[in-house]
């Protein structure tokens, strides 16, 4: 299965600032993607990181708050912008081939606004 | 609506003992059905992936089972160990006609081992 890395593992941000979180992956995906994961909460799918594209965003959330990159199929990053204390969560990257193939997950970021 | 509801919410066994966690679902049309293990500041990790036509599958002390016309699945552990202490989330896939279906995640069941 593929191993995935998350930077950073956790952090402490001011109110107003922006943080961008990397996923790295050992070998080339098809799909990547971006959670947000609040405590008691099911997992919520932010949007799908496509290779050389636009991201596919979700309901409720928009391309000014989550800028996505995907610049090639290893690697992505998830930016989170103006920062409010609604935005502390875990964030999780994941992967996958598609169909019945089991979506391989990060350890997440764990991000918290004071 | 698609719903994925998992009960109970949280349970404590003894290490040695059995238990079984359950899953309903609404999500339609199906799929496929995950379960998946997140240990405490790890991301989830998967343990099985059943089909409609697929009624159990294991992977070693972890069994599931899916009854499609019930939508209801459970994840039955043997002989608990204390590194099964973690939330246990249910994932249900929705075809969407495209290779890549839409997943629907529950809350999951946060499982605490005692020795």
């Known amino acids: 299965s593929a191993v995935i890395s998350q930077k950073p593992s956790r952090d402490i941000c001011q109110r107003g600032t922006s943080l961008t979180i990397q996923c790295q992956v050992d070998?080339?995906?098809?799909?990547m993607f971006w959670y947000r994961q609040q405590p008691g909460q099911s997992l919520t799918l932010i949007a799908t990181a496509n290779q050389g594209s636009e991201a596919t965003y979700e309901s409720g959330f928009v391309i000014d708050k989550f800028p996505i990159s995907r610049p090639n199929l290893t690697f992505s990053t998830l930016t989170v912008s103006n920062m409010s204390p609604e935005d502390s969560s875990i964030y999780l990257c994941?992967?996958?081939?598609?169909?019945?193939?089991?979506?391989?997950f990060g350890d997440g970021t764990r991000l918290s606004i004071l | 609506k698609n719903q994925v509801e998992q009960s109970p919410q949280s349970l404590i066994i003894l290490e040695g003992k059995n238990c079984t966690l359950q899953c309903n679902y609404t999500v339609s049309p199906f799929s496929n059905l995950r379960w998946y293990k997140q240990d405490t500041g790890r991301g989830p990790v998967s343990l099985t992936i059943?089909?409609?036509?697929?009624n159990t599958k294991s992977n070693g002390r972890y069994t599931a089972t899916l009854d499609a016309d019930t939508k209801q699945s459970s994840l039955h552990i043997t002989a608990s160990q204390l590194s099964d202490s973690a939330s246990y989330i249910c994932?249900?896939?929705?075809?969407?006609?495209?290779?890549?279906?839409?997943?629907?995640f529950g809350r999951g069941t946060q499982l605490t081992v005692w020795p």
């Open positions: 070998s080339q995906v098809t799909m």
């Open positions: 994941s992967v996958g081939h598609g169909g019945y193939q089991p979506q391989h």
């Open positions: 059943m089909t409609f036509s697929e």
């Open positions: 994932v249900v896939s929705a075809n969407r006609g495209s290779t890549l279906g839409r997943l629907y």
